[in-house]
């Protein structure tokens, strides 16, 4: 029944919209392939995958029993998926690759009817990251895009958006070893062979790599190398305005998503400047202009340390030092009001979040270095 709805809507699809040219055949194929999402992926369920549209080819788990993923409409849980590879844009054989699944990720299962929305859309490569354990499925991950392959000012360039449901205020999960604790609608794709790019489209995001954790704010986006491996291999870089990348964002498919939301204005210079300059002043970047409300962010400073501080030394990733810091500048901040007769208002507090415990460190951290952890 479903191929059947599917094909009904593909012959009214290019009904709707000629095809008239070459250049015409690429925003018919993005009309077409979003319609089919917004048709056919609505009961997606939590931890299930959807196939949006054609072509996706898909490696079931070894013992997966009836997997069946080669239709628009298809749905499998994600435990089954040993790996994912979408298809680019391919005006001549109308492909281009979509697939919407919803995650639990770290929400609490006392919340069953709230999910992540995972929107993958073109060249992309997804696979769960082996080398963590004990967390519900595609909590890490491992992903791969293409790289700057839009044909058409219509279509956008490959990645994946991820989005966190209304009334959850902030998730966690890992991709290629990068920590990420989001309320938001984030982008994520691979900007060269060597580096991953991750750009806040609305709400904020906190993201950990190497010995440094960075606030990616609604505007902005901060690059992180990636090795050979597809893992992190160094420190996530100082957020950038992506003022330069305003073009191809609106072209991101949004609408696809469950929440409907307006894509940020990219910081300009002067904005920028001022959270580059809290920074530097041992600030936290909130509280001014475009900037995070100051409680919210304080939240996530102190959600992502108990994270930290839950896992064994020897398991805590460099950049657990960085959130250290900020706590430490969230506790002055609320010493000071409380000396000055200011009640801070009172963190919320957080159902225990589900841990993703990082892959083994190279090389392992020194004596010294444990002891300054546990200090």
Known sequence: MKRAIYYVISVLLLCVVPITSAQGDCPALVEQALAAVGQMCQSTGRNQACYGNIKIDTEPQPGADDFRFEVVGDTVNVADIQQMILSGMNEASSEWGVALLRLQTSIPGTLPGQNVTFLLFGDVALAPDESVTDAPPLSAFLLRTGINDAPCEEAPESGLLVQTPEGVSEVTFSINGVEVQMGSTVLFKNDSEGAMSVST?????????????????????????????????????????????????????????????????????????????????????????????????????????????????????????RIRTFAERVREINQNLTDQGILPTPLPQMPPPTLVPPPPMEPPPTDEDDNDDDG
Do not use: H
């Open 201 to 321: 489209l609305e709400g904020l995001a906190l993201a950990g790599a190497g010995a440094e954790a960075q606030f990616i704010v609604p505007g902005t986006w901060a690059s992180v190398p990636v090795g050979n491996n597809g893992r992190a291999a160094g420190d996530i870089e100082r957020p950038r305005s992506y003022q330069g990348r305003v073009q191809a964002l609106q072209a991101l498919p949004v609408r696809a998503l469950q929440r409907q939301i307006t894509v940020a204005p990219p910081l300009t210079e002067e904005q920028l400047e001022l959270m580059r300059a809290k920074l530097d002043a041992g600030e936290l970047p909130c509280g001014e202009g475009p900037l995070p409300d100051c409680e919210r962010l304080k939240t996530f400073v102190q959600n992502r340390l108990a994270m930290c501080e839950a896992l064994r030394p020897r398991q805590r990733p460099p950049f657990c030092r």
